[in-house]
């Protein structure tokens, strides 16, 4: 590229003055308020800083991260902190900095640039635009000196700034034909053709070929959790529980799901998971912990539990869930975004005092750290635990060498094997381990924490509803539907305006101003869906119908099929895109053509307007699911429910009535993922439900006991009054 290195260089780094404080103190998120006291005079995104830069004709310097982000804190510390470097990025650039999870509209454009122009992405983003948005230069972190094969980031400055001065025509033509290649990209019309069930063959084939047969998941390290593929699996096990193809897909799930619980990615002492493994064993995680994670991992281990009733899939569930409930809900009900992976060292486990972090701290132990609290029963956790003095990560899974000397707890024996090994009954061992976990939590509890982005984002809240509220169902636990109730009903009252029918993206001491995007509406619909099935609170239905008429009008493509992830009424973002990826949260059109598909259901609509925008979006995506359909686990779940009888299930019954609560929990205990569940309750639910659909108004109770009604279709067989019978259809 026309990057010219300048002879002027920058001096040495300066300590940030405490003084400074930049436009971003009046921010909400807390990503952009760590970066409110930089030397660098940031803007966030706006018209402000996009005016100044017009009228300097300077270009912007754009740098996107989210407040959990290890290498956006290193980048921040080196380089944004530093007091010449910020001089020089003050008097060359506009500089702006965004929030990737609350502006995820923006961070998707310029990461589409990135990925196109440098073949990867990442955080932080750095990108170089022009007055007028256009991108030219774009890469990730960039270090102090040159290292890691990348320039310094000062030389990248000086070079970024000569070349505006001395070839600035060139650039801004260059800015306008990679905003119109971009653009071309997007507008690609739908393949012809319709895709059907061999699509979700071919799928099944491609996971099994990535699928790490030794230790679970798929693909090599660093391996993600995606829950999104374990969905998918489950569903083409249930779709032929007894050909070959789904019993190994269930293989898969449960092996994989076994190995991360042991593995050091999930939190043993604290629960809920973090980010991923750096290597292929599970053991060394990145250790950040997100919200959308914990809500989509606690849905699959209750699937799994639905299936196979092991205990060791709810006590994972349930450790998640309690996690969530103790450590990521705010008092007013809505669950916070993130915690991160680096928190103040602790004396004993590195420099004393808490100067220094470090990532991990917070979660790691010295043995002797370990044996001096445990005493006696140090030397079975050890044992069950993996704890060894010199530290147990593995060899090439600590390039930095910050684990040295330390433990990432890992269950290296199975309690089975470890009551063998000290003669001991699996009975005494579970509880010593328990006594043993209880102890060094609240050792743990007394350090400093990591750092907890408590802005809440409407989109991930939904995927947590979700996750209560099928957790309430499979686990016959009220606690679990509470929380779901309250986070509806925080999200009703305070990202829900009423007389615009609008939501909004996030909340953080008050409502931001940003409009929810296509994934905020689709992943609140279905947690509103799943949380009616919970608590038959018909509201939640009615809710769900008004959100996915604004996100039909706001984000639908009449002509494609398919959503946009952004409205469009923004004008600073170029480009309206969909999402063609389900990676470690679903797109929302996956979602989106499920929820459609579950509607279409409630109110016998499968023929109407639901159904088929829901058939439409799936097409939108032919040329991703024929050659690639692994990308899009989640759509080929909506796919799958299309292409089969849906079932309904209504019971008949007054809800709190001990006959029907046996009815549904039978139903509860059945993997049942393209089933309605509905409750004629002869009031008002009924009442709405009958408005749309005449065979639910007709349905009640028989001789006067609550009566199960399992139909296809609406065409319904016998009802039955007894849970016997009621598992008897269900497993037909």
């Known amino acids: 590229m026309w990057l010219v290195t300048s002879s002027d260089n920058l001096a040495e780094p300066k300590p940030a003055r405490p003084e400074h404080t930049n436009r971003l103190a009046h921010e909400k998120s807390p990503y ?36 959990t982000c290890h290498w956006c804190h290193v980048m921040a510390h080196e380089s944004f902190e530093n007091e010449d470097v910020a001089a020089f990025m003050n008097r060359e650039f506009v500089n702006i900095k965004v929030d990737r999870e609350e502006r995820p509209d923006v961070d998707r454009v310029y990461m589409t640039f990135v990925q196109a122009t440098t073949g990867g992405g990442g955080w932080p983003m750095s990108v170089w635009l022009t007055p007028d948005l256009k991108p030219f230069v774009g890469g990730t972190y960039f270090p102090p000196e040159d290292r890691y094969g990348q320039p310094a980031f000062k030389t990248v400055l000086e070079r970024v700034a000569t070349a505006w001065k001395e070839n600035h025509d060139k650039i801004v033509e260059q800015g306008g034909k990679i905003v119109a290649a971009l653009r071309e990209s997007q507008s690609t019309a739908t393949a012809e053709g319709k895709i059907d069930a061999a699509v979700l063959d071919a799928a099944y084939q491609q996971i099994d070929r990535s699928y790490d047969p030794k230790e679970g998941g798929f693909g090599n390290a660093p391996k993600f959790p995606r829950p999104v593929t374990l969905n998918f699996l ?73 299936i196979t009733r092991d205990q060791k899939h709810e006590a994972v569930a349930r450790d998640i869930l309690d996690y969530v409930a103790r450590d990521m809900t705010s008092k007013e009900g809505g669950f916070f975004s993130a915690e991160d992976a680096d928190s103040p060292v602790v004396a004993g486990i590195g420099n004393p005092g808490h100067e220094k972090t470090a990532e991990g701290a917070f979660y790691v132990w010295t043995k002797k750290e370990i044996d001096a609290a445990l005493g006696d029963a140090s030397e079975i956790f050890d044992f069950h635990y993996g704890v060894q003095p010199q530290g147990n990560a593995p060899e090439g899974s600590d390039p930095q060498d910050e684990f040295r000397g330390k433990n990432i707890l890992i269950e290296r024996n199975t309690i089975s094997e470890t009551a063998q090994h000290f003669r001991k009954t699996e009975e005494e061992i579970g509880k010593l381990l328990a006594q043993s976990r209880e102890k060094l939590f609240s050792i743990r509890s007394k350090r400093p924490r990591p750092h907890l982005d408590d802005k809440i984002i409407a989109a991930w809240n939904g995927l947590m509803i979700s996750a209560y509220a099928r ?24 990202l829900y305006d009423e007389k615009s029918k609008l939501l909004y993206r996030n909340y953080r001491s008050g409502r931001s101003d940003i409009e929810g995007f296509a994934d905020d509406y689709a992943f609140v619909i279905q947690g509103l869906l799943d949380l009616y099935e919970a608590s038959f609170d018909v509201e939640w239905l009615k809710f769900a119908v008004q959100l996915q008429e604004t996100q039909d009008r706001l984000f639908f493509d009449e002509k494609n099929g398919g959503y946009f992830s952004t409205s469009g009424k923004d004008e600073s973002v170029f480009l309206r895109m969909k999402d063609d990826n389900d990676g470690a949260e679903p797109s929302a059109s996956s979602i989106a053509a499920l929820n459609l598909l579950r509607l279409s259901q409630f109110r016998d609509d499968p023929a109407a307007a639901g159904a088929e925008r829901a058939r439409k979006t799936i097409d939108a995506f032919t040329t991703t699911l024929s050659h690639f359909p692994s990308a899009m686990p989640q759509m080929l779940v909506a796919l799958d429910y299309s292409l089969s009888k849906p079932r309904q ?29 509905v409750l004629a309750d002869g009031a008002e639910g009924q009442k709405y439900l009958g408005e749309k659909n005449d065979a639910i108004r007709a349905m009640s109770p028989i001789d006067g006991k609550p009566a199960a009604y399992v139909c296809e279709n609406f065409t319904c067989k016998a009802p039955v009054t007894g849970p016997k019978k009621l598992a008897e259809l269900l497993s037909k």
Request: aromatic share 12%; proline share 5%; charged share 25%.
């Open 32 to 67: 952009l308020l760590q970066h409110a006291h930089n030397p660098v005079d940031w803007y966030p995104w706006g018209e402000e800083a996009f005016a100044k830069a017009r009228s300097e004709n300077k270009p912007i310097f754009l740098s996107i991260g989210y407040s």
């Open 649 to 677: 299930i209504v019971i008949a019954g007054k809800k709190d009535a001990p006959e029907t609560k046996a009815l549904l929990k039978e139903v509860h205990r059945h993997f049942l993922p393209k089933t309605v569940l």
């Open 471 to 494: 957790g309430a169902q499979v686990l016959d636990e009220p606690r679990y539907l509470e929380i779901a109730t309250r986070a509806g009903r925080f999200l009703r009252t305070n």
């Open 234 to 306: 489950t569903r083409f096990y249930a779709r032929d529980p007894k050909r070959e193809s789904g019993k190994r897909a269930l293989e898969m799930t449960l092996f994989t799901l076994r190995k991360m619980a042991a593995g050091g990615m999930h939190d043993h002492i604290g629960g809920g998971f973090h980010r991923y493994s750096v290597d292929r064993y599970w053991h060394v995680p990145h250790f950040e912990k997100m919200l959308y994670d914990q809500a989509q991992l606690a849905v699959a281990y209750l699937d799994a539990f639905q």
